[in-house]
């Protein structure tokens, strides 16, 4: 019997919907967010355009939102995923301490 894969998105409609993986609390999750998602997306993608060309980190985004970085990651990658922000190749160091990936608008 194989493992099953954990990190498939089943979510029909994504990126413009969110998705999930194989865990009831990853579908949870995107089934309580959908209907908010669209809305936050486009406000993530505005933010990230206000930046011009410094770009934001994920981070970044959230704190200027006021919003969980929870709630933003997903959003920047289905930003990535309709390619409506890129990877700037910079980096900076998030809340953690880590680099982290500068998102700019394609």
């Known amino acids: 019997m194989s493992a099953p894969d954990l990190f498939s998105f089943l979510s029909p409609g994504y990126p413009t919907t969110p998705g999930w993986k194989k865990r009831d609390t ?8 959908a209907a908010r ?14 930046s011009g060309h410094h770009g934001l980190t994920a981070d970044q985004v ?3 939102l ?12 289905e930003l990535v995923d ?10 900076r160091r998030n809340d953690s301490g880590k680099n982290a990936i500068v998102w700019q608008a394609t």
């Open 26 to 33: 990853s579908i949870e999750a995107a089934v309580s967010i």
């Open 37 to 50: 998602a669209p809305k936050l997306r486009d406000r993530v993608l505005a933010t990230i355009k206000a």
């Open 62 to 64: 959230a704190a200027r």
């Open 66 to 77: 006021g919003i969980s970085i929870l709630s933003a990651r997903p959003r920047l990658s």
């Open 82 to 91: 309709l390619k409506l922000i890129r990877d700037t190749g910079h980096r």
